[in-house]
């Protein structure tokens, strides 16, 4: 029967938008919409926009205003569950950004089609026209003449109104894709696939082929023909090229056209569903590990405190098989892309196709491809970094967050600004999944609430295997300047480490948290250092580039061959960053292979793994790197760790610098003698007694804890409070101050002592705005919701003042 009623939808848009908006459902499309699925609305001055909007809510209150008609409906499911939208709401308030703005980040790109959006063919796509409709092919002319464009231009071209659906559909067939595809430098994987020529197909010819050869004594070719022969079920079917023995025969039979090669296209997620599995019951755990099983099976959630190699993957594998073999799912989230490589292989060895992996440096085709994967019930197992929070999840059991502590799980740009670790425990509360944070140096917040009860705690405290802790040297620099054992910025004691190493056929890292090559360029005689225009912080001397750039806005200028002041030739590098340290090592141990790992080494999607892939098969000796390298790598043949200038890494501004001070060291610290023993760690510093060198030395992360925790105590810091920094940009000083003093004034009038500022944060200048911040400060035990409405109303205010609405007002809840 036909449904005559009148329907509403409130729908969510994936913008900078305070809350829903709300539109009419034409007559003909009633019974089609669905909650959590994606319709086409116009939005914006004079209509002029369409966007693919959420649908929150069906429901029959007409508003008191005329509304508009959606466009046309998307999906036929719903691509996004109520527990979703849920913690986007959750999100949004507690983080305090808008709900759309959770929205934009949370869709994967391929599912946030708007009429801004450029298309362009698909790089695949083979040219067929034959299954296309009238205006599938109109899209497909247009594009062979314009490249790339906007949705809503070929709407107009083609005189289609409907047109999203239409995109939608080929975008899902891969005849076009997104541009922004591209702009991840897209590249379908292809490999060489071999073939027999069609005219060797039937037994005969092939006899005579085999017996010309013979003939002729090409032994060798008969050999690699007889194998391809063999795989290639006498001709029938088509052998990946590396598997068949490369070299001169192959390439003759390929030449005289006894073999043909053809590059295909490969799926873009692997299959694993014919990889052997190891059971998971295979896995027999130690005593301590086992405890730790025991407790953790509880319900609630935990902290894993365990040693670097302790084995805590072990635990958590453990744990995931029993969600798998009950038919949930676990989650399974880690800090860092780069660490997912050697997680993804260790738990497919054990759940194979189960296996989901989600994270941003894979490309939208992917991204979109894993979520409606999971949409559709296909993995148990979801690994990810902090983005694969918001995967659409069916039954989530388990949420496992590894290296709980890292930095790397803070959003900071652009909102929301979210802890992926924060937002895992609230994503767990709403499934009723436990949670079990892990790490071998936890954040103070998570060591607090294990030790006042709020968290389990389960402890290793040794490696697995019967292996002790790297055994931890200082170096005090001074001393060794003035002995004369220093050698550019390595001490002898660890020039000694590394050519012992390498010696023995070991490995080493060396742990530098500065990139570059050095960090300024200073004039000797007039003492200026080159300034990024954009941004109040020097330049940074990259070699491999020949310039000086600037790390917080990409600004990058020749390297000047005078000072630009005084004219001076005499300028000089001072500050090292990872490429002279790479540099130097090559040239002191120049038959070791070293390589780098930093964000300059992998911009590229595939790099990292690549650099871990060599690392881990010993095609690389040194591997010199950022905090990239610290975090839980497990390398076999790793004996030293050099930590070239620990006093860098202590003596960074922030409540947290002695945490994060310790966390890095120990945690590089802990990449050496995972499987042997004699690992040693090498840390040089001008401070031998600084108490968080002395913490790092002993392996105290009970001291280290009890320090801060005290600290945190006195100077009203997390955990006792809660901190929500404002930070007001401007492209102009004056108005910036003005606004901020505003600013400051009207919430002290409602938070008094809580406020702290304006003040000018340590970089006041970036991208040619000026920064200032206003810090409010919370006791934990009170509610902040009212509160933030306050703010959020303030911050409102400001922008009504006059010539203040260019001010813009960030605001980051718990910053790092
Ligand atoms: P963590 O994550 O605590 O740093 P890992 O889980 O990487 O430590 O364990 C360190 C090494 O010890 C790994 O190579 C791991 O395979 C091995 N290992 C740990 N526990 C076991 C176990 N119960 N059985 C076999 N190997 C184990
Ligand atoms: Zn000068
Ligand atoms: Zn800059």
């Not at 848009?13 to 919409?33: A, K, S």
């Not at 070239?644 to 966390?663: G, T």
Request: proline share 4%; charged share 25%; aromatic share 8%.
């Amino acid at each position: 029967m036909e449904d005559l009623q009148v329907y509403f939808v409130d729908v969510l848009l994936p913008l900078h938008l305070p809350g829903t908006y709300t539109y009419r459902v034409p007559q003909e499309l009633n019974g089609q919409v669905k909650v959590g699925a994606r319709v086409v609305v116009q939005f914006g001055a004079k209509n002029a926009r369409m966007y693919s909007a959420l649908v929150r809510r069906i429901h029959q209150e007409a508003p008191h205003w005329r509304s508009k008609y959606i466009i046309g409906v998307l999906d036929e499911e719903p691509i996004v569950t109520e527990c979703q939208m849920e913690l986007w709401e959750w999100m949004a308030r507690y983080y305090m950004c808008c709900p759309g703005d959770v929205m934009a980040c949370a869709l994967p790109a391929g599912l946030k089609l708007a009429s801004e959006s450029a298309v362009t063919i698909h790089p695949e796509f083979t040219g067929e026209l034959s299954s296309l409709s009238k205006h599938e092919r109109q899209v497909v002319d247009l594009l062979s003449e314009h490249p790339v464009m906007r949705v809503v231009d070929i709407s107009r071209a083609i005189g289609v109104q409907k047109i999203m659906p239409l995109i939608r559909g080929m975008i899902e067939r891969e005849i076009v894709v997104m541009d922004e595809e591209l702009k991840e430098r897209f590249r379908p994987r292809k490999s060489a696939y071999v073939m027999l020529a069609a005219c060797f197909q039937d037994e005969a010819s092939q006899k005579a082929l085999f017996d010309e050869l013979e003939k002729k004594k090409r032994v060798k070719q008969v050999e690699v023909l007889m194998q391809f022969m063999q795989l290639s079920k006498f001709g029938k079917e088509v052998v990946p090229k590396r598997v068949l023995p490369q070299g001169s025969a192959l390439q003759t039979l390929i030449k005289n056209g006894v073999l043909t090669v053809e590059e295909r296209v490969e799926s873009r997620l692997k299959d694993y569903s014919d990889a052997e599995l190891t059971d998971p019951s295979s896995i027999v755990l130690n005593d301590e590990q086992q405890q730790a099983y025991n407790l953790l099976r509880g319900d609630g959630t935990f902290l894993l405190h365990g040693v670097t190699s302790s084995g805590k993957t072990e635990v958590y594998i453990k744990l995931i098989d029993e969600v798998v073999r009950s038919g949930k799912q676990a989650l399974f989230l880690l800090p860092e892309i780069a660490l997912t490589a050697q997680i993804i292989n260790r738990l497919r060895k054990y759940f194979g196709d189960k296996v989901g992996v989600y994270h941003s440096r894979f490309s939208m085709s992917e991204r979109t491809e894993v979520w409606q994967r999971t949409l559709a019930g296909n993995y148990q197992v979801l690994l990810g970094a902090r983005s694969a929070v918001f995967l659409p999840f069916k039954d989530l059991a388990l949420v496992i967050v590894d290296e709980e502590h890292d930095n790397s799980y803070k959003q900071y740009e652009p909102a929301p600004r979210y802890h992926a670790r924060d937002a895992a425990l609230y994503l767990a509360r709403l499934w009723g999944a436990r949670t079990v944070l892990g790490s071998a140096t936890p954040s103070v917040e998570s060591f607090y609430n294990a030790q006042t009860g709020k968290y389990g705690l389960a402890t290793l405290t040794k490696r697995y295997g019967g292996f002790t802790l790297p055994k931890v040297t200082c170096v005090d620099m001074k001393e060794a300047f003035r002995q004369g054992q220093v050698k550019g910025h390595f001490s002898s004691t660890l020039l000694q480490a590394i050519g012992e190493a390498l010696e023995q056929k070991q490995q080493v890292i060396l742990f530098q948290n500065r990139r570059g090559f050095s960090l300024r360029l200073e004039c000797d005689d007039c003492h200026e250092v080159p300034h990024c225009i954009h941004c109040d912080v020097s330049l940074v001397y990259h070699k491999a580039t020949g310039s000086l750039r600037c790390h917080y806005c990409g600004y990058s200028i020749p390297v000047p061959s005078e000072c630009p002041a005084c004219h001076s030739s005499h300028l000089k590098m001072t500050g090292v960053g990872t490429e002279r340290i790479e540099e130097d090592l090559q040239i002191m141990f120049p038959e070791a292979r070293v390589a780098r790992m930093d964000l300059d080494s992998t911009l590229q999607k595939n790099q990292y793994m690549e650099l871990i892939n060599d690392f881990e098969q010993r095609k690389i000796d040194i591997l010199v790197g950022t905090q990239m390298v610290t975090k839980g790598l497990d390398f076999e043949h790793v004996s030293v760790v050099g930590i070239v200038n620990a006093d860098n890494i202590i003596n960074y501004p922030s409540f947290r610098s002695y945490e994060h001070a310790f966390q890095q060291m120990t945690q590089v610290s802990g990449r050496a003698g995972r499987h042997g023993t004699g690992g040693q760690v090498i840390l040089q510093t001008y401070n031998p007694h600084h108490q968080v060198i002395e913490n790092v030395m002993k392996a105290d992360y009970q001291a280290l804890y009890e320090e801060q925790i005290q600290e945190r105590r006195v100077f009203l810091y997390p955990p006792f409070y809660r901190l929500i920094e404002i930070t007001l940009k401007h492209r102009d000083a004056e108005v910036l101050n003005a606004a901020a003093d505003w600013m400051a004034a009207q919430l002290r009038s409602v938070f008094a002592a809580r406020v702290l500022g304006p003040e000018y944060p340590l970089v006041s200048r970036i991208r040619g705005l000026y920064l200032k911040t206003i810090t409010l400060r919370f006791e934990k035990n009170e509610p902040v919701s009212d509160a933030k409405r306050v703010i959020w109303q303030i911050g409102d205010d400001l922008a009504k003042q006059e010539g203040w609405s260019g001010v813009n007002v960030i605001y980051d809840v718990d910053p790092a």
